[in-house]
């Protein structure tokens, strides 16, 4: 069992910046880590990935602004967001997946952007 601390969310205006961490309580090495976000009545979305060979995968919302990264040694995922618009707020949550399916999930973390 893995479990998966985020933190850096808050609240911010348009234009700013934040960085979430996810804190693995163990290692993350062989697992893809992503960042997913979810708004009231909508699904979960993916907002990015990193695999095990560090190949990433963005939302085409995002691209261009957020860069998503890895701390093997540390344990830990981050998502560096830039150029915050209303419409990244959300709950973001932290996912690692392992390639035969297994998966877990973080609390969520949430990101308020007010213009």
């Known amino acids: 069992q893995v479990q998966l601390v985020e933190s850096g969310g808050g609240s911010v205006e348009v234009g700013e910046s934040l960085r979430l961490s996810c804190l693995a309580s163990?290692?993350?090495?062989?697992?893809?880590v992503g960042w997913y976000r979810q708004t009231p009545g909508k699904q979960r979305e993916l907002v990015a990935s990193?695999?095990?060979?560090?190949?990433?995968n963005y939302a085409d919302a995002v691209k261009g602004r957020f860069t998503i990264s890895r701390d093997n040694i540390k344990g830990t995922g981050y998502l560096q967001m830039n150029s915050l618009k209303t419409g990244d707020t959300a709950v973001y949550y932290c996912?690692?997946?392992?390639?035969?399916?297994?998966?877990?999930w973080g609390q969520g973390t949430q990101v308020t952007v007010s213009s």
């Open positions: 996912n690692l997946r392992f390639s035969d399916g297994e998966e877990y």
């Open positions: 163990g290692t993350i090495f062989g697992w893809t």
């Open positions: 990193i695999n095990t060979r560090g190949a990433t």
